[in-house]
């Protein structure tokens, strides 16, 4: 099983600035990993996915980069609407699909 | 649009059963692989389950096999989550969730998760 290990645990900053976090895979998961958010109370959004494509009506704010076993999502502008919790998730090697613990995101 | 709507949770003790639905609507089910989702409080999202299109391909996560059965009635757009021997572990919002596009398992659309409860 592929495990997935996010950092950090919490990221905290104001708005306008940028947000990178880590997504690190305990073996190779080539380009297939995605990003979803998840705010307070909701069920989580896929944000991106094959490492860098958006998912529909995504804003353009939202990036994602790496390969292999490190990957970044990253937000830049950000705004307050996007406090909320990110999760990586792996689909090179499934079943089972995993998920990283999260980061969450403060703004 | 993409409509998913979880039901059946609640409180059952350990032990007991439970049977979720899924209600889809803005696409044709048939045409889509469905997934099982869940998030103990205040923890992470662990993958449950996924049925293919068809129903003929059906995978679970180890913590939930020969207790959990997907099904899916693609007639009446509807997916199933039948849970036996329910554990206090078991006990999440569970999400059913749809493959963003066929054969890709990023999961695009999702319910908003239906509450099991498991305690005694």
């Known amino acids: 099983e592929v495990v997935l290990t ?14 990178t976090l880590s997504c690190r895979a305990s073996q190779s998961v ?15 959004r896929l944000l991106i ?5 958006r998912a529909p009506g995504i804003p353009a704010r939202f990036s994602g980069s790496g390969s292999g076993t490190d990957f970044t999502l990253t937000i830049n502008g950000l705004e307050p609407e996007d406090s909320a919790l990110y999760y990586c998730q792996q689909r090179f090697n499934w079943p089972p699909l995993t998920f990283g613990g999260g980061t969450k995101v403060e703004i | 649009e993409v409509h998913l709507v979880e039901s059946g949770g609640g409180l059952v003790q350990p032990g007991g059963s439970l049977r979720l639905s899924c209600a889809a609507s803005g696409f044709t089910l048939s045409s889509y692989e469905m997934t099982w989702v ?4 205040g923890k992470g999202l662990e993958w449950v389950s996924y049925t293919s299109g068809s129903g003929s391909v059906i995978y679970y996560a180890d913590s ?13 757009n509807s997916l199933y989550l039948q849970m036996n021997s329910l554990r206090v572990e078991d006990t999440a919002v569970y999400y059913c969730a749809r493959f963003l596009y066929y054969g890709l ?3 695009g659309y999702w319910g908003h998760g239906t509450l099991v409860t498991v305690s005694s």
Do not use: M
């Open chain 1, 6 to 19: 996010q950092s950090p645990a919490t990221l905290s900053l104001s708005p306008g600035e940028r947000a």
């Open chain 1, 30 to 44: 080539g380009r297939y990993l995605a990003w979803y958010q998840q705010k307070l109370g909701q069920a989580p």
């Open chain 1, 49 to 53: 996915y094959e490492t860098s494509t």
């Open chain 2, 38 to 41: 869940r998030q103990a409080p």
């Open chain 2, 64 to 76: 939930v096999k020969g207790r959990f059965t997907i099904s899916r009635d693609n007639a009446k």
């Open chain 2, 105 to 107: 398992p990023d999961l």
